[in-house]
């Protein structure tokens, strides 16, 4: 369960109140054509309904805020609105495209969900792990079930892990999100 400290901390290093005296934010409505395959192994690492690719969000952020804001997504689902915020930080070249003048660079996010599964996974999709533990544990379970493997009996634990190798490729180095619900559980 997030602790009511943890969320007041994390807003209070990446909030900036509105100030309507000085506020100069502007922007056009984006209207750009946006496409997003769902065929990425970010994407399938966990199933969620309604899930949408990070990379169909990325323009968006792209174009309606600048590097350091504060994104709240209130019904994250499996949390791709928190994985496309730190995508920012080396957005997708089609991003790039199709938001002239876009600023790199990672986006905060706060993200929240009735659902404690949503909230679960959305976690531990935004949540930095430790790469070469990860993989320290991926060549363990490869281990326990080489005969499996190799009968090509390949049980499901073991393919979603191989997924989640991929996702950990990317490096996430650095926690730009904080997740909160009234029951979140923490693996
Ligand atoms: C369309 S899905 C979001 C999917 C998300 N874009 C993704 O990529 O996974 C809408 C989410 O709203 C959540 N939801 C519905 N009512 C809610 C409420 N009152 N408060 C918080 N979350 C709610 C649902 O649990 C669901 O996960």
Redesign the pocket.
């Known amino acids: 369960m997030t602790q009511p400290n943890n969320l007041s901390a994390f807003l209070s290093r990446h909030a900036r109140p509105y100030d309507p005296a000085s506020d100069t934010y502007r922007r056009p409505p984006f209207a750009a054509p946006v496409k997003a395959t769902k065929a990425t192994p970010i994407y399938n690492a966990h199933s ?5 690719p ?1 990379e169909g ?1 990325v323009p968006y952020i792209l174009h309606y805020t600048d590097p350091g804001d504060l994104i709240l ?9 928190g994985v496309a915020a730190m995508m920012c930080a080396h957005p997708p070249a089609e991003a790039l495209r199709l938001v002239p003048g876009a600023r790199s660079g990672p986006r905060y996010a706060v993200l ?4 404690p599964a ?1 909230v679960h ?2 976690y531990n999709y935004c949540t930095p792990v430790d790469v070469d533990a990860f993989k320290a544990e991926f060549a363990r379970i490869q281990e326990a079930v080489k005969e499996e493997d190799e009968s090509h009996v390949v049980p499901e634990e073991y393919r979603r892990v191989r997924k989640i190798v991929e996702v950990c490729r990317l490096k996430i180095s650095d926690s730009h999100t904080e997740t909160q619900s009234h029951r979140r559980k923490t693996i």
């Open positions: 969620y309904h309604t899930k949408v990070p969000i997504d209130p019904f994250c689902g499996s949390g791709m609105t929240n969900d009735l659902s949503a996974i959305a």
